[in-house]
């Protein structure tokens, strides 16, 4: 079973706070994502890492910042949270395969993010 | 453009009926996955495929790789209400994509007790 946790589970904040949402693995994983996803639809990757020092912008543009310090842990950061932020975040890791990239990733719970 | 079409978008169904869900593309992926989300939490890694005309089994759930690895099926036989969730189709490419996988639509399926 994957070891990918996310903290908060649920957040409710107001317009212009700045929020951090956490993410961190116990697997030894290189590679981390986050994904933006509405209920019942499609993910949406929004940052990746490839390991420590190294991030990139995934394919949906989003206002939000990555780092990546430490190989576990891989924190999101809004500055200043509005409504259109409010989304469901699902954070995930990977590794490299023996025989090449598989592609299988492992899901955190997610943090569902409401801006009022 | 969607590079992973995924269908039915929803399936409603009663229980011990059997169903399959379609992940169709025009690009060739070097693996694919299979997920099963539930409400409120995370995706579920359910099966793997990475060559061309695979089949796996997974009890009542069978996994099938097109031959020219563009596409994909899942035929659950005998659905059961814990069946129902969100089932997503996720491609993994090399080159610039190496790493990344593409997600279809997702299917949401209903099992009816």
């Known amino acids: 079973e994957a070891d990918i946790y996310q903290t908060p589970r649920y957040l409710v904040i107001g317009t212009g706070k700045k929020i951090t949402l956490e993410c961190s693995q116990t697997m030894g994983h290189d590679k981390m994502y986050w994904y933006q996803q509405d209920p019942g639809m499609e993910l949406h990757l929004i940052h990746y890492?490839?390991?420590?020092?190294?991030?990139e912008k995934g394919d949906l543009s989003s206002e939000s910042t990555v780092s990546r310090i430490r190989t576990e842990h891989f924190p999101l950061t809004l500055e200043s949270a509005r409504p259109s932020h409010t989304s469901q975040y699902l954070c995930?890791?990977?590794?490299?395969?023996?025989?090449?990239?598989?592609?299988?990733?492992?899901f955190g719970p997610g943090t569902r993010l409401t801006v009022l | 453009t969607q590079l992973l079409e995924q269908s039915p978008q929803f399936l409603s169904i009663q229980e011990g009926e059997n169903l399959t869900v379609y992940c169709n593309s025009s690009s060739v992926f070097s693996s694919l996955q299979w997920y099963r989300q539930e409400p409120g939490e995370g995706p579920v890694l359910l099966v793997t495929?990475?060559?061309?005309?695979e089949v796996k089994k997974l009890k009542r759930l069978t996994f099938q790789f097109g031959d020219a690895r563009k596409d994909s099926s899942l035929h659950i036989t005998a659905a059961q209400p814990g069946d129902t969730g969100l089932y997503l189709c996720?491609?993994?490419?090399?080159?610039?994509?190496?790493?990344?996988?593409?997600f279809g639509q997702g299917t949401i399926l209903t099992v009816h007790p």
């Open positions: 495929v990475v060559t061309g005309g």
């Open positions: 890492s490839y390991g420590v020092n190294s991030t």
């Open positions: 995930a890791s990977s590794e490299l395969g023996l025989a090449g990239p598989l592609g299988e990733q492992f």
């Open positions: 996720a491609g993994a490419r090399g080159g610039t994509s190496y790493g990344k996988l593409t």
